[in-house]
């Protein structure tokens, strides 16, 4: 019997991860919608600001702004957005993977998330500063991190500025991404650039031609309000990365945790038959030698 009492104990054994995976799977399922809202809220604001800066950059000379100013690439500063905790199946590896990706000599790295300090110091990269936020940041909280790799870009320290995290696609799909924050380029405004020309074509002909300043009139003048939108374009492009990747998470936790409990069930499922088929045979036996001692004594 102590087969069958090896196998009650891995039973057991599974049906306690079982009870933490499933526990796990309604927490990520009741705080996922939460935040796949916050992360969608932002989408119509930022696309609309990157329209008014595709604007506002046509109307200025790039190199008037350091900002907008494109330089050769020495050293590059990167933002690193991670989880706090596991259990998110290959979210965070996946991420990793692509930022190892960048040359270790010339990158340096600010982590956001324990997961990211803990992989930046295993893999001996350069780590400039870390930030905690909470599960669901606020602008406010963001701005620290962002305004760190501001000062960082402007006193050259560092000549670009990208932001690997998660972008949230839907609850099964979460896409590792490297996305340029400084310099801001055409290249970072794609959304904008691609709204800004559908307005021009639906505003042709009218009194609010583009002919005649884009369909947009900035006040006090155009460089007055570049000055003043630039800043708020990056801090608030950080924070919406924030909150996909906080998007991300929650989702992939959820489906993670769901699929360890369904492999726990049908685990149960296999031991418990195995049991059985030990535990009939241990029968099945013990009649056999019942009865041949019998035929024995006669």
């Known amino acids: 019997m102590a087969n069958t009492r090896e196998i009650r104990r891995r039973i057991k054994s599974v049906k306690n ?49 350091p900002l907008l100013q494109q330089r050769p690439v020495k050293k590059e500063l990167v933002i690193l957005v991670s989880t706090n905790k596991g259990l998110c199946g290959a979210l965070n590896t996946n991420l990793f993977r692509e930022t190892s990706r960048l040359e270790k000599g010339r990158t340096d790295f ?9 992989y930046l110091a295993r893999t ?28 960082k870009f402007l006193s050259g320290e560092a000549d670009k500025v990208t932001v690997a995290y998660t972008r949230f696609v839907n609850t099964l799909t979460q896409k590792p991404t490297l996305q340029t924050l400084l310099p801001i380029s055409t290249d970072t405004l794609p959304e904008g650039a691609a709204e800004l020309a559908e307005d021009r074509k639906n505003l ?57 409990t369904d492999n726990a069930k049908t685990l149960i499922k296999d031991l418990t038959l195995e049991y059985n088929k030990v535990r009939q045979a241990a029968i099945t036996t013990e009649l056999l030698e019942i009865t041949t001692a019998q035929m024995a004594v006669g």
């Open 204 to 260: 042709k002909g009218t009194s609010a031609d583009p002919e005649n300043g884009y369909g947009y009139l900035f006040v006090p003048d155009d460089r007055s309000v570049l000055d003043a939108i630039l800043p708020e374009y990056v801090h608030f492009q950080v924070y919406q990365m924030i909150l996909n990747a906080r998007a991300s998470e929650h989702s992939a936790r959820m489906v993670a945790m769901k699929n360890a």
């Open 17 to 65: 991860t079982q009870q933490i995976t499933r526990a796990l799977q309604m927490v990520s399922a009741s705080k996922m919608p939460k935040a796949q809202a916050a992360a969608r809220a932002g989408r119509d604001y930022a696309t609309l600001l990157n329209r008014v800066l595709v604007s506002l950059r046509e109307r200025v000379d790039q190199d008037s702004h």
């Open 124 to 151: 001996r990269r350069a780590m400039l500063a870390e930030f905690e936020v909470k599960e669901l940041p606020t602008l406010a909280e963001v701005r620290q991190i962002s305004r760190f790799a501001l000062d």
């Open 110 to 118: 600010i982590s956001s998330g324990r997961k990211a300090a803990q």
